[in-house]
């Protein structure tokens, strides 16, 4: 078939290099056809989401950005894989422009090695002799560097967008080209013709020709923008063009609050237009005519035009590479300018409130962080009627969309038993939460006089993502005030009517001791990937949900730490020596009684020697009955004349009735299976031989690891943590449910009587005791809480 339609295509006659050529102004206009970008002229796209939306992208690469360190010579490198960016939004059919600065640099570099080479051949004419006297290169005019380098920077980016089989054209302008009606208009039409036929215009200002830049002549008036620089030929052109986004290369990572290297400079991510008073401007870059005032008054002009623009940084080794990428994508990269300013705080000054909150509700005592508590209990079956009313709204949005499966819309359901639950919890989390921050750990004498505590402190600004279950929002929030910690939620958009109307009784809850701004709600556009960026203002995550999700967040948060578990592979082992009823029982438990759950057993290991065995046939009895369907493993089912399907693979979470049976030859196989496709979250042992038991726990070293008990029972009410915040499969810090413990760190504390280290030198007078002093003991848990 694909040789018939070549047969019938006019590229037929076409050498391989040309159809090479050719192909892909064919895929662009496929693109074009296939994928409509809309146009939207008059505004500018107001969040950082929309960008993705944009047709029409002007792309400004500043001096610092084209040029090396030494300001002779272009950064290849750098230049290249901006090129590959550019090149790549070419191809999925938007309409890319550039504005380039580096012909001076070219230049110079050019003339440099032409003025060396000269003098060289000149000395040695003139002295008959090799020995070359120490050479000095005289100070090159701008202008001249720029017409020595302009033809061939333009060289290089032909060559570099000839890769990707893209056309590209130079255009340079001046003033005059917009001040004089027919230029301007002769202009705007050669661009509009380019990009009609796919070509990327290269346009910089005519620098072998250009005065120089009037001082404090950006702006003239709210039409016209005097063309001093590249900023503002940039936003000049955007406007012009009528361009949906303008993203302007700088070396610096977007617009700060004051100058950036400054102890306090904070990188602004959204500007509005009227915050330049709240702007302090630093010095110019190393090498161009503009600076950050000019980009800024360039950038609030465009915007103003109806064009978008962002500012980064386009010369950082780590993110050069993909950076345009990433504003298209709508990622937090630089400093974005929008007309739209958002009805509440962003989320950085979200992070800022909670963090001053967090250290007043740790210096509460304990009967007023509970107090708190048990009226955000109370709230729960006062206001009923509203959040169930909020849920509603909820659930109905969600059939009607038809997005969410059954579990998970069982698990977004609220109800009057599921609200009465969730009071009960929080009051325990109340008891429980009596003397746990500031609670002494630890106590040693140094010296005599020289007194060592170690106490649990709160660990500061937890991170608590979640879906679809809106009950999870006050559990997270009662740990998080009984621990002291203060608490940035966000939750699934599934849920936002239920969400807004908990956040409200939570932070109604907290207001009775002055601390409503303790507990956050993130409703504004951030992406989760955006907010794990937050390293310097976010102490812990905590991902609530599928494990796509958490694997999404640990990849995302290089620089906080993710308490969660990725996935929930648990196996079950039957021992040669199990119970018939206690095997059955435990495994339909395991198995069926939630099958979502991340502590459902997912692969059952059975004893060769319980094959064709009454408690075997009883295994598969009961699956049967219970619907479960079995994958059978590569032993298992080489054991079977007629066997089940295959598994895939021996490490798959099903979170449904399905599981995986495989076979192993004793307690060690088992261990060794499941230390090899385990997830380290629970796993089960089911035999009556005591040592074989032992053994199992030992050597196993999963976060739970249970003896002839269901894999269910891993679950913080069930220990009587009271509730729980996820289960961690992590090595260091809490590990298995976490609860109220969990969400604790220590510090050190020294009480001394003006000791130095020198009274301890073989001179000194003292000597180290290191003597450790009993500490009252506590009970982790709930006094009185059992579980049916």
Not at 33 to 49: D, E, I
Not at 93 to 107: D, K, N, P, W
Not at 495 to 514: D, P
Request: net charge neutral; aromatic share 4%; glycine share 8%.
């Amino acid at each position: 078939m694909l040789q018939r339609l070549f047969l019938c295509s006019p590229l037929r006659g076409l050498t391989r290099r040309s159809r090479t050529d050719v192909c892909p102004w064919i895929c662009r206009a496929v693109s074009q056809a296939k994928f409509p970008l809309p146009r939207l002229q008059g505004r500018s796209l107001p969040h950082r989401s929309e960008l993705k939306h944009a047709k029409r992208i002007v792309v400004k690469l500043g001096s610092a950005v084209v040029t090396r360190g030494d300001e002779c010579g272009l950064a290849l490198g750098r230049l290249a894989s901006i090129v590959e960016q550019v090149a790549m939004l070419q191809n999925q059919g938007r309409e890319m422009l550039i504005v380039t600065s580096g012909a001076v640099a070219f230049g110079k570099q050019r003339l440099r090695h032409e003025i060396l080479l000269s003098q060289s051949v000149r000395q040695a004419l003139h002295s008959g002799q090799n020995q070359l006297k120490d050479m000095s290169v005289p100070v090159l005019e701008a202008r001249a560097c720029a017409a020595a380098g302009q033809s061939g920077l333009m060289a290089l980016y032909e060559a570099m967008f000839t890769q990707y089989s893209i056309c590209t054209a130079q255009i340079l302008v001046t003033n005059l080209d917009f001040h004089d009606e027919q230029k301007r208009r002769n202009l705007n039409s050669t661009l509009h013709e380019l990009l009609r036929m796919n070509i990327v215009p290269i346009i910089n200002t005519n620098d072998a020709v250009v005065p120089p830049p009037v001082p404090n002549s950006d702006l003239q008036g709210v039409n016209v923008i005097s063309i001093k620089d590249n900023d503002s030929l940039a936003a000049r052109l955007a406007v012009e063009m009528k361009a949906d986004l303008l993203i302007a290369l700088s070396d610096v990572e977007g617009l700060y609050d004051s100058p950036p290297g400054t102890d306090d400079a904070k990188l602004i991510d959204i500007f509005y237009p009227g915050d330049q008073q709240s702007i302090t401007y630093g010095t110019k870059s190393r090498v161009g005519s503009g600076g950050m005032e000019a980009k800024v008054k360039a950038a609030l002009w465009a915007l103003q035009g109806g064009t978008a623009v962002v500012i980064a940084n386009g010369t950082h080794p780590k993110v050069t590479g993909h950076v345009i990428a990433d504003i298209m994508e709508g990622k937090k990269v630089g400093t974005f300018f929008s007309e739209v300013k958002p009805a509440g705080p962003t989320v950085e000054q979200q992070t800022d409130m909670a963090r001053q909150g967090c250290r007043v509700l740790a210096a509460l005592l304990p009967e007023q962080r509970g107090e708190i508590i048990c009226h955000l209990a109370d709230l729960l079956t006062e206001k009923k009627d509203e959040i169930l009313t909020a849920n509603k709204k909820d659930m109905d949005l969600a059939v009607s969309s038809g997005r969410l499966s059954q579990p998970l819309l069982k698990r977004l359901s609220l109800s009057p038993a599921k609200l009465n639950s969730l009071a009960i919890g929080l009051r325990q989390i109340a008891v429980a939460s009596q003397g746990s921050v500031g609670r002494v750990v630890r106590r040693t004498r140094v010296a005599s006089g020289l007194e060592l505590e170690q106490i649990t402190v709160p660990i500061g600004v937890l991170l608590v993502i979640f879906e679809s279950r809106p009950d999870c929002l006050p559990q997270v929030s009662a740990l998080a005030i009984a621990s002291g910690n203060a608490l940035l939620l966000k939750g699934g958009r599934e849920a936002a009517n239920t969400n807004y109307i908990l956040h409200q009784l939570t932070q109604e809850a907290l207001s009775i001791h002055g601390v409503r701004d303790a507990v956050q709600l993130v409703s504004t556009r951030e992406e989760v990937e955006d907010l794990c960026r937050l390293d310097k203002m976010i102490d812990l995550i905590i991902p609530r949900g599928s494990s796509q999700l958490v694997r999404d967040i640990q990849r995302a948060a290089k620089g906080i730490p993710v308490l969660g578990h990725s996935e929930g592979i648990c196996h079950v082992y039957v021992d040669a020596e199990a119970s018939i009823d206690k095997a059955v029982s435990i495994i339909r438990d395991s198995k069926c009684d939630y099958p979502a759950a991340c502590n459902a057993m997912e692969t059952l290991l059975v004893h060769r020697d319980l094959l064709r065995t009454p408690l075997f046939d009883q295994i598969i009895d009961m699956l049967r009955v219970e619907q479960v369907k079995i994958h059978a493993g590569p032993r298992f089912a080489s054991y079977l004349t007629f066997s089940p399907s295959e598994v895939k693979s021996l490490r798959t979470e099903y979170g449904d009735l399905e599981c995986c049976m495989e076979v192993v030859d004793s307690m060690q196989d088992a261990v060794e299976h499941i230390h090899k496709y385990g997830s380290s979250h629970t796993d089960v042992i089911v035999t009556e031989n005591e040592e074989t038991a032992e053994r199992f726990l030992q050597q196993l070293d999963s976060a739970c690891v249970f003896w002839n008990a269901s894999s269910r029972f891993s679950d913080g009410y069930r220990f009587g943590l009271g509730a729980e915040v996820g289960i961690s499969t992590a090595r260091i810090h809490a590990r298995g449910p976490v609860g109220l413990d969990g969400l604790l760190t220590t510090k050190w504390v020294l009480r001394g009587n003006g000791h130095t280290v020198a009274d301890f030198s073989e001179q000194g007078s003292m000597k180290y005791l290191h003597e450790d002093i009993p500490v009252p003991s506590r009970s982790f848990g709930i006094p009185g809480f059992s579980v049916s």
